[in-house]
């Protein structure tokens, strides 16, 4: 699974730059209405950060990345997106391939499950992040259904009521509305795929 980490993270980042105002819609119905402002800071500091980060071996890359996004993302997205980064930093190997990517996914809903005191159905980023991890370790995943799901996903926590973050103070009126934590997952996954597919 060869690929550029200096394209991966300009792809994220300016995927995730580019939803800013529509995870800031989407935040502004049922959260504080700055998810969107958090994660555009959070990831112009990554791009900042880009000449150390890419001078490290791809684990301490993404752990450096990680950390950047703790300290410059508001809210909690900014310790979950860190441990998200971090645990896949902690995981994959040097050059990793689908099983390692597959088993790192796992270990950062693991990871994100006691970071955030949440769990799958509770209509956060989890919705998102933990099916494609358990689609992964399937073995039969493509970059095509890896979208799909991930959009899928996406869209079905519309209907939830959501259980924890800021979204769970609303009770029932959290039903009806995209959580943007799933939306900016989705947004990412889709650019890693991208990536590793090789598609511009």
Do not use: W
């Not at 980490?5 to 119905?29: F, G, N, P, Y």
């Not at 947004?187 to 511009?200: N, Q, T, Y």
């Amino acid at each position: 699974m060869a690929f550029s980490l200096e394209t991966l993270l300009d792809k994220v980042a300016a995927r995730v730059i580019l939803a800013a105002d529509e995870l800031t819609a989407l935040d502004s119905a049922i959260g504080d209405a700055d998810h969107g402002l958090n994660m555009r800071r959070g990831f112009e500091a990554v791009l900042a950060e880009k000449p150390v980060i890419l001078g490290k071996p791809l684990g301490d890359a993404l752990k450096t990345a990680g950390m950047t996004l703790v300290m410059k993302v508001g809210g909690a997205s900014g310790p979950l997106y860190g441990t998200l980064f971090m645990t896949l930093g902690r995981e994959l190997p040097e050059e990793p391939g689908l099983a390692d990517l597959a088993r790192a996914m796992e270990a950062a809903v693991v990871a994100l499950k006691a970071r955030g005191k949440a769990d799958l159905n509770n209509k956060t980023m989890l919705d998102v992040l933990g099916p494609v991890a358990a689609h992964l370790a399937g073995g039969t995943a493509s970059f095509d259904s890896v979208r799909a799901l991930a959009a899928q996903s996406a869209k079905a926590t519309i209907p939830m009521k959501a259980i924890r973050g800021r979204a769970s103070f609303l009770g029932e009126r959290s039903i009806g509305h995209m959580d943007p934590g799933a939306r900016s997952s989705q947004i990412m996954i889709e650019a890693v795929c991208d990536v590793l597919e090789g598609r511009s």
